[in-house]
């Protein structure tokens, strides 16, 4: 009795956003006593980290009405962790953090469903990501999130008029944390910029010259640096170091130490050391805190049109006082992963030699030796001449055939493009389509009617 | 969007009974950019490239390079390079394979070039890079050194590191340190 009351009043607050109308609602919200169930019934959510953030994203989600979510992490539970990763106890040290947190918000909130995948984001196929309606991450590094924008891009399909295909989006709300400061985004391929139209919003990883390192340390983290990058080679030839392993962590431990002491320098501690060589930056419980509100919030945005979403960029800072910012950022048209690119139908009896000077011809290209690329395989490379002897052969044969009779797909191509008679060196997407083949124009025109 | 996922459920189902293509990944950002790189390389005349995986893998690759003037003049030295994913935010690792008596690079094969590590930018290439490494040969700096025993000697009695180069290059032992045959 007592718990079903308590259950009717945890949606009391989230109904009257989803039951009510309102002047600031999303593009064809319906407001509806049954939009909550609605979400719980048919959208499914994926969490990508189970750390941190994940933590409370899963809370998040599970509490905002999301029934069906999964989270996938390969890592397992450090002792380190427990003071903010706040779903494991002391004994789950050693388990897999996803089984672990799906576990325990399973027990508190009742009629959600998480699956836990305790593997590699790249080891699922793209398949796997493509049930998902929406996918939030929770991640700590460019990488996976560069990886895991890919993937979601690839899912995104153009029409002929370069505008992007409703049901061919797949949304991401992406949240970051280090130390005191924080941001939260909203990715919404084809609309907003993507993670790699403004990559170069994360700063360099600070790096020290390697001379420093071996000739004049001044400080602890090049004592570790060394040890890390120069005596490690030096003394395990070959043997690739991996700061996953607590062995190999000790020995750079124990050797900075040295080196530490040869100089006179201090401050050399194993969580220092393991700080330097995995770039960790100390994590604060409460930022987490409010970087995943902010990303479980723009997920029920998006799924349920309740609110405009965020647009696009929020940055949290809480080191002296509170600091949020929104930012517009705008797309990179010429995003090779998100941006529609220039469309191209060809018959299918067209060589690649003659592909390549139609780029030249191309009133929107006008480009000049290119050489082009497909899924990994390099189709003609113009320069180095090793490589264009390897690739020359291919010149003769049938575009259609190099691409696997494919009825459609993305290609590759950069070379140098002359504009007012100024010359510039470009890489471009092109969208090729072959006429005639099923699948291929006949698709296009379906979605362009949707 | 929950009515177009709606929808997509139920198209999802049909184009699995359609038995769909599925989609397949697609190249990384970071290798198209290296690709972009690769075929606009313009290498130096001491300069080759070599692909040891074939035409399909731009990510690992090496070069060899061959001085032709200073101190290293007709020696050949050979540079491994591997591209991360995220090229260009990250710079190439670069490892030298031929072990060589020099300021700037350690036994190990470790390169002390500015724009391999504190230096670098995505703007650059893999053409600059290459171009720094040439520059290695033919002004070794004392100023950054890697391997302390060759930068003392550049800068204490040239002439000394001339013919430790020399003999090094030959095939020989500086010091207590053997080094294979280069010329």
Redesign the interface.
């Given at each position: 009795m007592a718990n079903a009351l308590a259950e009717q009043g945890r949606w009391r607050d989230l109904d009257k956003l989803l039951a009510r109308p309102g002047n600031i609602v999303g593009h064809?919200f319906?407001h509806s006593p049954t939009?909550r169930e609605?979400?719980g019934e048919?959208?499914r959510v994926l969490v990508v980290g189970a750390g941190g953030l994940g933590c409370e994203l899963l809370k998040d989600l599970a509490l905002s009405g999301f029934k069906n979510i999964d989270v996938i992490d390969m890592d397992t539970i450090e002792v380190s962790n427990l003071n903010r990763q706040f779903l494991f106890r002391l004994q789950d040290v050693g388990k897999s953090k996803a089984e672990v947190a799906a576990k325990r918000v399973m027990e508190r909130v009742s009629g959600v469903t998480i699956v836990s995948h305790f593997c590699r984001i790249e080891d699922k196929?793209?398949?796997f990501y493509?049930?998902f309606?929406i996918i939030v991450l929770g991640l700590d590094s460019?990488?996976a999130r560069?990886?895991i924008n890919?993937?979601a891009?690839?899912?995104l399909e153009y029409d002929c008029d370069d505008k992007p295909v409703?049901?061919t989006v797949k949304?991401m709300v992406d949240g970051g944390t280090e130390g005191f400061k924080g941001h939260a985004r909203v990715i919404l391929p084809g609309t907003t910029p993507c993670f790699?139209c403004n990559?170069?919003l994360?700063p360099?990883?600070v790096?020290?010259?390697?001379?420093t390192l071996?000739?004049t340390p001044r400080t602890a983290a090049h004592c570790i640096e060394y040890a890390h990058?120069?005596k490690w080679?030096?003394a395990h030839?070959g043997k690739a170091f991996d700061a996953d392993d607590p062995v190999h962590m000790q020995w750079v431990y124990s050797e900075a130490l040295k080196r530490a002491e040869l100089f006179g320098i201090t401050g050399v501690t194993y969580s220092l050391t393991q700080g330097v060589v995995k770039n960790i930056i100390p994590a604060i419980a409460s930022t987490n805190a409010i970087i995943s509100a902010a990303c479980a919030l723009e997920a029920l945005k998006?799924?349920?049109?309740c609110s405009k979403t965020l647009s696009n960029y929020l940055t949290y800072n809480g080191l002296e006082g509170t600091h949020i910012k929104v930012t517009d950022f705008v797309r990179d048209m010429d995003c090779?992963?998100c941006g529609p690119g220039t469309l191209i139908e060809l018959d299918t009896s067209v060589t690649l030699s003659q592909f390549i000077e139609l780029l030249g011809e191309h009133p929107n290209l006008h480009l000049s030796k290119p050489?082009v690329?497909y899924?990994?395989?390099?189709l003609y490379?113009?320069?180095?001449p090793?490589?264009e002897e390897?690739?020359r052969s291919n010149l003769l044969l049938l575009l259609f055939d190099l691409m696997g009779k494919?009825p459609k797909d993305?290609i590759?191509v950069?070379?140098t493009t002359e504009k007012d008679g100024k010359k510039t060196?470009?890489?471009r997407k092109l969208r090729v389509v072959f006429k005639g083949v099923v699948g291929g124009s006949t698709d296009m025109d379906i979605a362009r009617s949707s | 969007?929950?009515?177009?996922?709606?929808?997509?459920?139920q198209?999802?189902e049909d184009a699995a009974n359609a038995n769909g293509?599925?989609?397949?990944?697609?190249?990384?950002?970071g290798?198209?950019?290296l690709?972009?790189d690769?075929?606009?390389?313009?290498?130096p005349k001491t300069t080759?490239?070599?692909?040891p995986n074939?035409?399909?893998d731009?990510m690992n690759f090496e070069i060899s390079i061959r001085p032709d003037e200073g101190y290293y003049q007709g020696g050949t030295f050979i540079f491994t390079f591997q591209v991360?994913?995220?090229y260009p935010?990250?710079p190439p690792k670069v490892k030298c394979k031929t072990k060589v008596y020099h300021p700037?690079i350690?036994?190990?094969?470790?390169?002390?070039l500015?724009i391999l590590?504190?230096d670098?930018?995505?703007v650059l290439n893999i053409n600059t890079v290459i171009y720094g490494l040439n520059l290695l040969f033919t002004q070794p700096n004392d100023e950054?050194?890697?391997n302390?025993d060759a930068a003392a000697v550049l800068r204490d009695n040239p002439k000394l590191f001339e013919s430790n180069v020399r003999r090094a290059m030959a095939g020989g032992y500086v010091g207590q340190i053997y080094f294979p045959r280069c010329i």
């Amino acid at each position: 009795m007592a718990n079903a009351l308590a259950e009717q009043g945890r949606w009391r607050d989230l109904d009257k956003l989803l039951a009510r109308p309102g002047n600031i609602v999303g593009h064809g919200f319906e407001h509806s006593p049954t939009l909550r169930e609605e979400i719980g019934e048919f959208v499914r959510v994926l969490v990508v980290g189970a750390g941190g953030l994940g933590c409370e994203l899963l809370k998040d989600l599970a509490l905002s009405g999301f029934k069906n979510i999964d989270v996938i992490d390969m890592d397992t539970i450090e002792v380190s962790n427990l003071n903010r990763q706040f779903l494991f106890r002391l004994q789950d040290v050693g388990k897999s953090k996803a089984e672990v947190a799906a576990k325990r918000v399973m027990e508190r909130v009742s009629g959600v469903t998480i699956v836990s995948h305790f593997c590699r984001i790249e080891d699922k196929d793209l398949e796997f990501y493509n049930d998902f309606n929406i996918i939030v991450l929770g991640l700590d590094s460019i990488e996976a999130r560069s990886y895991i924008n890919s993937v979601a891009c690839s899912f995104l399909e153009y029409d002929c008029d370069d505008k992007p295909v409703p049901e061919t989006v797949k949304p991401m709300v992406d949240g970051g944390t280090e130390g005191f400061k924080g941001h939260a985004r909203v990715i919404l391929p084809g609309t907003t910029p993507c993670f790699e139209c403004n990559i170069w919003l994360f700063p360099p990883q600070v790096k020290f010259p390697l001379c420093t390192l071996a000739e004049t340390p001044r400080t602890a983290a090049h004592c570790i640096e060394y040890a890390h990058l120069i005596k490690w080679d030096e003394a395990h030839s070959g043997k690739a170091f991996d700061a996953d392993d607590p062995v190999h962590m000790q020995w750079v431990y124990s050797e900075a130490l040295k080196r530490a002491e040869l100089f006179g320098i201090t401050g050399v501690t194993y969580s220092l050391t393991q700080g330097v060589v995995k770039n960790i930056i100390p994590a604060i419980a409460s930022t987490n805190a409010i970087i995943s509100a902010a990303c479980a919030l723009e997920a029920l945005k998006i799924v349920s049109g309740c609110s405009k979403t965020l647009s696009n960029y929020l940055t949290y800072n809480g080191l002296e006082g509170t600091h949020i910012k929104v930012t517009d950022f705008v797309r990179d048209m010429d995003c090779l992963v998100c941006g529609p690119g220039t469309l191209i139908e060809l018959d299918t009896s067209v060589t690649l030699s003659q592909f390549i000077e139609l780029l030249g011809e191309h009133p929107n290209l006008h480009l000049s030796k290119p050489s082009v690329t497909y899924r990994g395989n390099n189709l003609y490379m113009q320069s180095p001449p090793i490589l264009e002897e390897m690739t020359r052969s291919n010149l003769l044969l049938l575009l259609f055939d190099l691409m696997g009779k494919v009825p459609k797909d993305t290609i590759h191509v950069s070379g140098t493009t002359e504009k007012d008679g100024k010359k510039t060196s470009c890489l471009r997407k092109l969208r090729v389509v072959f006429k005639g083949v099923v699948g291929g124009s006949t698709d296009m025109d379906i979605a362009r009617s949707s | 969007m929950i009515n177009l996922f709606k929808i997509k459920g139920q198209k999802r189902e049909d184009a699995a009974n359609a038995n769909g293509r599925a989609p397949v990944k697609k190249q990384s950002a970071g290798e198209l950019r290296l690709h972009k790189d690769i075929s606009e390389l313009n290498l130096p005349k001491t300069t080759t490239i070599s692909f040891p995986n074939g035409k399909d893998d731009l990510m690992n690759f090496e070069i060899s390079i061959r001085p032709d003037e200073g101190y290293y003049q007709g020696g050949t030295f050979i540079f491994t390079f591997q591209v991360s994913p995220s090229y260009p935010h990250e710079p190439p690792k670069v490892k030298c394979k031929t072990k060589v008596y020099h300021p700037n690079i350690d036994l190990e094969g470790n390169v002390c070039l500015n724009i391999l590590r504190e230096d670098w930018k995505p703007v650059l290439n893999i053409n600059t890079v290459i171009y720094g490494l040439n520059l290695l040969f033919t002004q070794p700096n004392d100023e950054d050194p890697l391997n302390h025993d060759a930068a003392a000697v550049l800068r204490d009695n040239p002439k000394l590191f001339e013919s430790n180069v020399r003999r090094a290059m030959a095939g020989g032992y500086v010091g207590q340190i053997y080094f294979p045959r280069c010329i």
